[in-house]
């Protein structure tokens, strides 16, 4: 696209707007990177308080200079053109980040497998799981103000703002004092093979990772169990189901 172009500041006003979105993504990633090499270096859970405190500092000068050369104001941390938004449009645009988040997901997925097959892309995928299930505890826990260790009530309520709660359909039943049963009872993953006939994913490899690193990280006490997940048999109503408990 840049042709016969020495440097970015010979860019015509088309390039230069691509330009700027390559830049956005040079930022997520060198953002990531930082995060990845601090834990590799210090170990998750100083790489995670690390994060924390660098994406509050980051994030708040961005917005400030970007706020500043765009014209809009900044409200307690957010954005006020999102603010600003009928309640119906953001809650439009809160499912449509959370979808982007799976695209992005199954294309990283998807480009493995094409060029390495299978076994490949789910290797990279559990263990990406194992990252990413740790940082997504701990962001929520910083959101809602969780304690250490927040014990099963905090669990339940972590569950309830992951990326997933805002595109499939999730329930909590069989409560007692000690356990309770979490069910993904409508997966867009799923219900998509489902309408082109074929079987379901098998990502109980995937889950076990998944589940267990998030409930751990809201809680060190707490244990998980898988009750089923793809390629297990499982009713109707759900596709997985995971048992978390307190012993």
């Known amino acids: 696209m840049f042709d016969n172009k020495e440097k970015a500041s010979d860019l015509n006003h088309e390039e230069n707007g691509a330009f700027v979105v390559d830049l956005f993504n040079r930022i997520i990633v ?11 270096q210090m170990g998750m859970e100083k790489a995670l308080e690390l994060l924390h405190s660098a994406t509050k500092k980051s994030y708040s000068i961005q917005m400030k200079h970007l706020g500043a050369l765009l014209g809009f104001e ?3 941390g957010v954005p006020a053109p999102l603010l600003d938004m009928a309640p119906e449009k953001l809650n439009e645009l809160k499912e449509r980040v959370a979808k982007n988040w799976l695209v992005n997901d199954g294309v990283w997925f998807q480009s493995i497998e094409f060029l390495e097959g299978m076994n490949e892309a789910k290797r990279c995928n559990d263990s990406c799981w194992a990252q990413f ?3 997504e505890a701990s962001s929520i826990k910083k959101l809602l103000g969780l ?3 927040p014990g099963l009530e905090g669990l339940k309520r972590a569950l309830g703002f992951r990326v997933y709660e805002s595109i499939n359909e999730q329930s909590i039943v069989e409560e007692t004092e000690t356990s309770f049963i979490f069910q993904m009872n409508q997966c867009r993953v799923q219900n998509a093979r489902k309408r082109k006939g074929l079987d379901d994913y098998p990502c109980k ?13 809201i809680d060190s006490r707490i244990k998980t169990e898988c009750l089923g997940c793809p390629p297990d048999e499982h009713p109707p109503e759900w596709f997985c189901a995971w048992k978390f408990y307190l012993e």
Do not use: Q
């Open 30 to 40: 060198h953002h990531a990177l930082w995060f990845s090499e601090v834990k590799h």
């Open 74 to 76: 900044m409200v307690d």
């Open 133 to 135: 299930s740790p940082f």
């Open 147 to 149: 304690a250490e260790n």
């Open 205 to 217: 490899s995937g889950g076990l990772v998944e589940y267990k690193y998030f409930a751990r990280a």
